[in-house]
């Protein structure tokens, strides 16, 4: 619990450091509120996949590859909604959280391993 509790307080932070971006406060929430969403379902997916200590590992991996290529498809439509003005703060504000909360879903995954929940 405590991996999803420290990953809805990132995202909330995130969000809110993002809120303060000035001109660019649209694209930066945006960036921002992408990466921390998918995240906090990621991580609790992983959570409740962990109960299951037969397959708990090759579904917590199955949940970040999924959750990964959702990623990926969303970066892309916001870099285009958010167009030329606020992409760099889009980029930033997404990819900067994003790269925090893999250390998380990593962390997490990587504690189930030392609890015997091998694949």
């Given amino acids: 619990m405590k991996f999803q ?3 809805f307080a990132a995202a909330l932070l995130f969000v ?3 809120s303060m ?3 660019h406060r649209g ?5 921002a509120t992408i990466a ?3 995240a906090v379902v990621s991580i609790y997916a992983m959570g409740r996949a962990a109960r299951d200590p037969r397959s708990a590992t090759r579904t917590m991996l199955a949940i970040m590859a999924v959750l990964f ?4 498809v969303l970066v892309g439509v916001g870099t285009v909604l958010v167009g030329r003005g606020g992409a760099i703060a889009y ?3 997404f990819f900067v959280p994003y790269f925090a909360f893999t ?3 990593g962390a997490f995954l990587h504690s189930q391993r030392r609890l015997g929940t091998t694949a």
């Fill in 5 to 7: 509790v420290a990953t």
């Fill in 16 to 18: 809110l450091a993002a």
């Fill in 21 to 23: 971006a000035g001109e």
């Fill in 27 to 31: 694209a930066a929430l945006t960036g």
């Fill in 36 to 38: 921390g969403a998918t």
């Fill in 69 to 72: 290529l959702v990623r990926l």
């Fill in 91 to 93: 980029v930033i504000s």
């Fill in 103 to 105: 250390a998380f879903e």
